[in-house]
């Protein structure tokens, strides 16, 4: 399974990835020892936050991150981009801290420290099609790295390869259910108010693929899905629930008598909500 294979290896290389490559960090922090300590201003590097954002997601990590240790800073299209210390970043921008201590990694450091190109296979030329599901499926593997959940990602591949003429996606994203399949019951993993975020991409993977893995997997997160709408509608968040409510029932097989009841309850209260 691929993500599996990346994340076993991610852990035991201590690597990460950059634009698309992975890296080897252990290696990168050997490099750059002699490096010049220097401060980076949090105002020139927080744009990453609008591409990676662990606030939401790993409170703990950054809660507990050292922001006495220097980051990893490299240049990448004409701008600051940390390679290693985010939950440092998040944590110094949250004391409201001005700049952090951090060494620069030049380009051929960098390439020193290559591990792999994923999204190239053996160097060769990969077609548009397979590039959109690499980049789909690398995003799936940041996610398990980073305990995070970009539910988009399917939604973006998925439109993406319609907008080239792509309409049979069974064939195409077989060779990878296994992985698919790893990252959804990943997202089903967080914590109870956002299991229901798999229901977005589960629907749009299911209506490409057909597969009933996935209808069995819903199913036996049934329970956990119910409470986790639930959730939803008690903190007030209808548009969220409804919107996983009808991703469920668009998949033949989790069309829940109990989803109707609570669809049916939700569109009533938004009605009085317009009403008001």
């Not at 599996?4 to 035991?12: A, C, D, F, N, Y």
């Not at 490096?35 to 591409?51: E, G, M, Q, T, V």
């Not at 940390?82 to 051929?108: Q, S, W």
């Amino acid at each position: 399974m691929l993500i599996k294979h990346l994340l076993e290896r991610s852990i035991t290389r201590n690597s990460f990835t950059h634009d698309g490559n992975e890296y080897d960090l252990k290696k990168l922090n050997r490099l750059i020892k002699d490096n010049d300590i220097k401060k980076f201003r949090i105002s020139k590097l927080k744009w990453i936050f609008k591409h990676d954002d662990p606030f939401k997601d790993e409170p703990e990590r950054i809660k507990t991150a050292n922001i006495k240790v220097p980051i990893i800073i490299t240049k990448w299209r004409k701008k600051l981009v940390v390679l290693d210390g985010l939950h440092r970043l998040c944590k110094a921008d949250i004391m409201g801290l001005k700049a952090l201590p951090g060494r620069l990694a030049t380009p051929d450091q960098l390439e020193k420290c290559l591990i792999s190109k994923l999204n190239e296979a053996s160097n060769k030329k990969i077609s548009m099609k397979d590039q959109i599901v690499q980049d789909m499926i690398s995003s799936m593997f940041n996610d398990v790295v980073r305990k995070s959940s970009n539910i988009g990602a399917v939604r973006m591949c998925i439109n993406r390869l319609h907008g080239i003429g792509v309409t049979e996606l069974d064939e195409l994203l077989q060779p990878y259910q296994a992985s698919i399949l790893d990252w959804l019951k990943h997202i089903s993993n967080q914590s109870a108010e956002y299991v229901g975020e798999i229901a977005e991409p589960a629907g749009y993977l299911y209506q490409a693929t057909k597969w009933p893995a996935i209808v069995e997997l819903l199913n036996e997160l049934k329970p956990k899905l119910i409470k986790s709408v639930l959730l939803r509608v008690q903190q007030n968040l209808l548009g969220l629930a409804l919107a996983w409510l009808i991703h469920l029932q668009e998949i033949p097989g989790c069309n829940w008598p109990e989803l109707k009841t609570i669809q049916t309850s939700v569109e009533h209260e938004l009605t009085r909500e317009i009403a008001r």
